[in-house]
């Protein structure tokens, strides 16, 4: 397998959220090459659905898209923190509710091409109401939505978020089965 191998390695940018780095590499035919990499904490989101067939969504405006977004429970897992306890936080601050069943579904990453972010996806239900917390820049509208309007939703591009896209026709699978 071909590989690229690091030479030298800069910090351009160090963020809250993001670093951005410019690496000289060696590829693979020997000539050299730049490669520009967005480090980001890994993430969870979760596709969180009812008894009654229903998913859990968040509505937010995103600044970088410009627009209101619908889209799974989400965030960044903190340094020493496990995926699936991040997922349980993530789902009760942004949603207000705990699930009694938790299923790993996958990891994937968002954008390989030139970012570390993987994102763990998970499928959680028996669902209890509790309190919502979301964090002090979030501005969120929790809406129930049944899978598979949600699933049309993703058809007809209301739903353009690629981690909820991934996770509503991964947790069908999981779900049907």
Known sequence: M????TMTSETVFHGKIINVRRDDVLLPDGRPGTREVVGSA???AVVAVTENREV????QYRYPAGKEMLEIPAGKIEPGEQALECAQRELEEETGYRAGNW???YRFYTSPGFCTEQIHLYLAYDLTAHNQNPDQDEFIEVIKIPLEKALQMVESNEICDAKTITGLL???RYIEK
């Open 42 to 44: 890994d993430a969870v």
């Open 56 to 59: 859990l969504m968040v509505s």
């Open 170 to 172: 991964a947790a069908v």
């Open 103 to 105: 299923r790993d579904l």
């Open 2 to 5: 071909a590989t690229e191998k």
